[in-house]
């Protein structure tokens, strides 16, 4: 099965981690493409032969603070008309998503994608606590993603506050030593014909290849 990897953005090594996760999916039958280039995967995936789309990228419009403002010029996105309908349609029609930790943050200026996601970053209210030591439970929801699993320490950041679609019902929380209550972190539903699965976790390779979240 062929899978097509987003990928690129700031802040994570974004090579580094694709290739962990590729590595990780090769093991579930999946040969996976990574991609750098948003609008160019997406022309690609319309064409077809593609049973999965992972987003795991950094990618949106980098308004509104200061602190980015060295790297907009490179790295600012805003997905086009397009790409918006090929994505969403892949979903619609039956592909697979996965989204990988800062998909959540993605494509900033497209209300639909926190309908396909599941859930999505807020700027001025979405945040997380550095990069440490973070302890992961399962929910009471029963899913073939968590069967058998039981909770695990991870070292990553948990995102907390984002906006979640109202039908989302997460199978893994996670919760830093420095939060007051925990987060969810995973969650799996269907958008159209299509499933997605949103995993928050996976700041880097040491995360992803980790057996407890692999």
């Not at 493409?33 to 980098?62: F, H, K, N, S």
């Amino acid at each position: 099965m062929r899978n097509l990897i987003l990928s690129g953005g700031i802040r994570h090594d974004f090579a580094d981690n694709a290739a962990a996760l590729a590595g990780q999916l090769s093991s579930d039958g999946f040969e996976s493409e990574i991609e750098t280039d948003i609008e160019a995967g997406l022309a690609r995936l319309e064409r077809g032969g593609y049973a999965l789309l992972t987003v795991m990228a950094l990618r949106w419009r980098m308004e509104g603070d200061p602190k980015y403002a060295p790297d907009r010029a490179e790295w600012a996105f805003s997905l086009s008309r397009e790409g918006r309908g090929r994505l969403g349609g892949f979903v619609r029609s039956g592909g697979g998503l996965l989204g990988f930790h800062t998909a959540c943050l993605c494509f900033d200026d497209w209300d639909e994608w926190r309908d396909i996601l599941g859930g999505v970053w807020v700027w001025g209210r979405s945040w997380h606590p550095p990069l440490g030591p973070a302890a992961v439970t399962k929910t009471a929801e029963d899913h073939p993603l968590t069967a058998g699993l039981g909770g695990f320490e991870i070292v990553d950041e948990v995102y907390s506050g984002l906006s979640l679609a109202t039908d989302v019902r997460p199978l893994l929380k996670a919760r830093s030593e420095t939060m007051e209550g925990a987060e969810p972190v995973l969650w799996a539903r269907r958008y159209g014909k299509g499933r997605v699965v949103f995993d928050a976790l996976g700041h880097n390779r040491a995360s992803i290849e980790q057996p407890t979240h692999a």
